[in-house]
């Protein structure tokens, strides 16, 4: 196992992904908006202004292909931060802890913490930046003493993180988020867990990240190696 020291971020890859190619992530090819529009259409009926959403996010992932890495984050944290509202599962789905794919989220037009950061990392992803240098990471936010999530980018293996977060608009290091505590993160690669003292994975949490991809799937992405 590799261990990762990140300025007090100190993180343990203790579940690599073997095989499986749900795992790994969404392919970097071409993503057909017509396709993936249509099978929005036919599950929700008449878009109206998620369409809208839809075509923007398009958009944006053809206007930042050419971006140098800290454009490309900036224009995306930027993006979701802004198109979608923070409504949390219960009120959305009528569930205590539901996934959300970035269609569904932009259906919608609003998302938890958990769905900022997964259309992030996987917008990112689209725009090639590799899995190594992006994290879904699960921290305690100490001002509001309750579970979040943020993306977490990482220039090198021993770079400090920068911090996507949904609370503030700013990508900030993660020495200057003093209001966040590191839980576990992961990645195409696997599940990381902080400190010199791995301790047992949550399967649920895995599960879930295997629906999400599974989702997608189903909504016409390429699901593969990436």
């Not at 305690?140 to 003493?145: D, E, I, P, S, T």
Request: proline letters at 4%; aromatic letters at 12%; hydrophobic letters at 40%.
């Amino acid at each position: 196992m590799r261990r990762l020291r990140i300025q007090g971020w100190r993180w343990r890859l203790l579940i690599p992904w073997i095989g499986g190619a749900l795992l790994a992530g969404v392919s970097l090819a071409n993503w057909d908006f017509a396709l993936i529009i249509r099978n929005a259409e036919h599950r929700y009926g008449n878009l109206g202004p998620a369409r809208d959403r839809l075509l923007e996010w398009e958009a944006l992932i053809k206007s930042s292909a050419a971006l140098a890495e800290s454009d490309k984050l900036n224009e995306v944290n930027r993006f979701f931060n802004r198109k979608v509202r923070f409504v949390d599962d219960i009120q959305l789905w009528r569930e205590n802890d539901y996934w959300a794919t970035p269609v569904e989220m932009l259906v919608k037009g609003a998302g938890d913490c958990e769905d900022y950061s997964i259309a992030k990392y996987f917008t990112l992803r689209r725009l090639g930046i590799p899995s190594e240098k992006l994290r879904i990471t699960y921290v305690k936010a100490l001002n509001y003493n309750q579970a979040h999530m943020v993306l977490t980018y990482y220039a090198s293996p021993s770079a400090e993180p920068l911090v996507l977060d949904n609370l503030i608009n700013d990508i900030r290091p993660a020495s200057q988020r003093k209001d966040l505590l590191p839980v576990y993160a992961f990645n195409a690669e696997g599940l990381y867990l902080p400190g010199s003292h791995a301790r047992k994975s949550d399967s649920k949490k895995l599960s879930r990240w295997q629906d999400i991809l599974k989702k997608m799937h189903a909504e016409g992405f390429a699901v593969g190696e990436g």
